[in-house]
């Protein structure tokens, strides 16, 4: 389910295009059986960063970078690839 979340926030393409030099942010909120996630979609250089909370109030801060999500879920680290067809999803929407 967790992994699912990253892939689907991960394809979700920004909404407005950056300025030169700064970040562009979108906000997302998404539900993975009957689990709400909310927070922050950020991209730079390449690596898409995702941070917020699922409704229990547990934190994440994931990035996704050459087909490999890495990161903290609550207190856990995380690290698993990025499935080669969502990858391919990835890539092309950038």
Do not use: H
């Amino acid at each position: 389910m967790f992994k699912l979340f990253v892939v689907a926030v991960s394809l979700t393409a920004a909404a407005s295009p950056a300025l030169a030099g700064e970040v562009a942010s979108s906000p997302f909120r998404f539900e993975a059986n009957g689990t709400t996630f909310a927070g922050t979609r950020t991209e730079d250089a390449g690596v898409i960063t995702l941070r917020g909370q699922e409704q229990g109030g547990k934190p994440f801060r994931l990035k996704v970078k050459n087909n490999r999500v890495t990161g903290t879920f609550g207190a856990s680290p995380v690290s698993f690839p990025v499935p080669a067809a969502q990858a391919d999803m990835v890539t092309a929407l950038r």
